[in-house]
């Protein structure tokens, strides 16, 4: 079946540090993957979404690329802010499907 | 931000009371969601919707019932709680399905059952 495997947290970085987030999917058919972010006490919000091999979406200051041939989707910042301190899921959705499926997560705590 | 309310926001119950949640979108999207999220195990489908009147189960949908009557409401509904209920809500909105489906979450229902 479809499924998203992100990396495990917590994270703690320190400010300008570089970011990688790691996530690899199972699916059948040609997803489209998604990156979400929550910050605490609200509801996920789109970060960024490629919806084809090599596509590269970014946001903010985040980049990810789709990776067919290592069925990965990492998520990178070059210099994090004490602001990106939240959870980050990445997410899977087929060409066919009505169903969303998530990582479960990772937190990440930027330190200033 | 897209337009998603959840009510009530907080909400504490007793095991085997009947519970039932909102989510009102003001988007007239055509799909509406109902997970939860728990530590660990990120979010998790438990039904959603792709028309009114029409509903399909998810990957926990198990002590879990929805409705919707009209095109911007969504109700998830707990028969009878269970501790293992106790968990935060999220309701979510998108407009196509497939490779353009992009999900708009609504700010949460925290439910705890003792």
């Known amino acids: 079946g479809d499924s998203v495997t992100q990396m495990e947290g917590p994270v703690t970085l320190s400010e300008e540090a570089f970011l990688t987030i790691n996530c690899t999917y199972t699916?059948?058919?040609?997803?489209?993957l998604f990156w979400y972010v929550q910050y605490p006490g609200e509801g996920l919000q789109l970060l960024l979404k490629?919806?084809?091999?090599?596509d590269k979406g970014s946001n903010k200051g985040f980049e990810a690329t789709y990776r067919k041939e290592t069925t990965s989707f990492h998520l990178e910042k070059g210099s994090v802010q004490v602001s990106d301190s939240a959870v980050y899921f990445c997410a899977l959705i087929t060409n066919t499907g009505n169903q969303f499926y998530f990582g479960t997560g990772t937190s990440l705590t930027v330190i200033p | 931000d897209a337009g998603i309310t959840q009510s009530p926001r907080h909400k504490v119950t007793e095991t085997g009371t009947p519970v039932t949640l909102r989510c009102h979108q003001t988007e007239n999207h055509r799909y509406m969601y109902w997970y939860r999220q728990d530590p660990g195990h990120g979010l998790r489908l438990i039904h959603y919707?792709?028309?009114?009147?029409?509903?399909d189960k998810g990957e926990v949908s198990d002590g879990y019932s929805v409705s919707r009557s009209k095109t911007e409401d969504f109700l998830l509904t707990l028969e009878s709680a269970t501790s293992s209920q106790t968990s935060v809500y999220f309701c979510?909105?998108?407009?196509?399905?497939?490779?353009?489906?992009?999900?708009?979450f609504g700010p949460g229902t925290r439910l705890t059952v003792l």
């Open positions: 490629a919806t084809k091999a090599d």
């Open positions: 919707s792709y028309g009114v009147k029409d509903t």
């Open positions: 979510a909105i998108s407009e196509y399905s497939g490779s353009y489906n992009e999900q708009f």
């Open positions: 699916a059948t058919g040609y997803p489209s």
